[in-house]
T-cell receptor, first 109, second 115 residues
Framework: AQRVTQPEKLLSVFKGAPVELKCNYSYSGSPELFWYVQYSRQRLQLLLRHISRESIKGFTADLNKGETSFHLKKPFAQEEDSAMYYCALSGLFGNDMRFGAGTRLTVKP | GAVVSQHPSRVICKSGTSVKIECRSLDFQATTMFWYRQFPKQSLMLMATSNEGSKATYEQGVEKDKFLINHASLTLSTLTVTSAHPEDSSFYIC???????????FGPGTRLTVT
């Protein structure tokens, strides 16, 4: 069964500290993995996807097929990173879409 | 960019009435649109996947006769909540996928309150 697990509902770090938001998945096949972010009072938007291998706003995520993980990392968190982060997967053509429960990141000054 | 709009942004209706929510892709053709429901402080729950010109695929536990989805064109999908009840009150979000790009573009959501 397709499933995305984000074990942490809440994560709080101080500004300048490293941050890692965990995501594990299960999928029969080759999924596409995404991180979406929702800032306060804004709509969900794509942060990054594994196939693009980009670093967006200093965030990176590496797909580890052996561990079926797609953790989101940033070496130095900023206050403006405070938001709700969702890990998601889909099939190659956007099917089988599943979202994790989300992690609320708070970056304290 | 790829912009998705939803209308209305907020709606209040009486129990037993039906409400239609529109989702439009403004600057691209959406081969697939998704409808989600989000409860307060919870994640998005996929309700159904809608492909243009065909019947929507509903997730397990979602009543297709209650949540009618019509994807009449490549830029418009509608969700009709029929015979609404207070427990249908929620935040409904749509998203759209462009061609075979799996990235989803989200609408701003519609807050439905059933009194």
């Amino acid at each position: 069964a397709q499933r995305v697990t984000q074990p942490e509902k809440l994560l709080s770090v101080f500004k300048g500290a490293p941050v890692e938001l965990k995501c594990n998945y299960s999928y029969s096949g080759s999924p596409e993995l995404f991180w979406y972010v929702q800032y306060s009072r804004q709509r969900l938007q794509l942060l990054l996807r594994h196939i693009s291998r980009e670093s967006i706003k200093g965030f990176t995520a590496d797909l580890n097929k052996g561990e079926t993980s797609f953790h989101l990392k940033k070496p130095f968190a900023q206050e403006e990173d405070s938001a709700m982060y969702y890990c998601a997967l889909s099939g190659l053509f956007g099917n089988d879409m599943r979202f994790g429960a989300g992690t609320r990141l708070t970056v304290k000054p | 960019g790829a912009v998705v709009s939803q209308h209305p942004s907020r709606v209040i209706c009486k129990s037993g009435t039906s409400v239609k929510i529109e989702c439009r892709s403004l600057d691209f053709q959406a081969t697939t649109m998704f409808w989600y429901r989000q409860f307060p402080k919870q994640s998005l729950m996929l309700m159904a996947t809608s492909n243009e010109g065909s019947k929507a695929t509903y997730e397990q536990g979602v009543e297709k006769d209650k949540f009618l989805i019509n994807h009449a064109s490549l830029t418009l999908s509608t969700l009709t909540v029929t015979s609404a009840h207070p427990e249908d009150s929620s935040f409904y979000i749509c998203s759209a996928v462009r061609d075979r790009v799996a990235e989803q573009y989200f609408g701003p959501g519609t807050r439905l309150t059933v009194t």
